[in-house]
């Protein structure tokens, strides 16, 4: 079991930044990959970056050059920095915990309003 609590969303100009992190309890050691993922109203859930215990990560091409994925095992805790916020950004935004192949744990997910 994995847990996650996501933190650090809120209200941003456009242009501005915000910096998400997720804190994961619980068996980390078996967490293989993590992500952030996001929902705007009334759309689908859509990846938004993740990063394997390894280190590699990876970004849609929406955020690429705007948005860092980071964190690991040493604080149990990963971040999504984002920079440059457009009103297009808004969503609720939560972490992803991948076990194996096929095993995912959520969080309860942060709210990011980009608003002017």
């Known amino acids: 079991q994995v847990q996650l609590v996501e933190s650090g969303g809120g209200l941003v100009q456009p242009g501005g930044s915000l910096k998400l992190s997720c804190a994961a309890s619980g068996s980390i050691v078996s967490i293989n990959r993590m992500g952030w993922y996001r929902q705007a109203p009334g759309k689908e859930r859509e990846l938004v970056a993740t990063i394997t215990s390894g280190g590699t990560t990876n970004y849609a091409d929406s955020v690429k050059g705007r948005f860092t994925i980071s964190g690991g095992h040493a604080k149990n805790t990963w971040y999504l920095q984002m920079n440059s916020l457009k009103p297009e950004d808004t969503a609720v935004y939560c972490c992803?915990?991948?076990?194996?192949?096929?095993?995912?744990?959520w969080g309860q997910g942060t709210q990011v309003t980009v608003s002017s």
């Open positions: 992803n915990a991948l076990i194996g192949l096929y095993i995912h744990y």
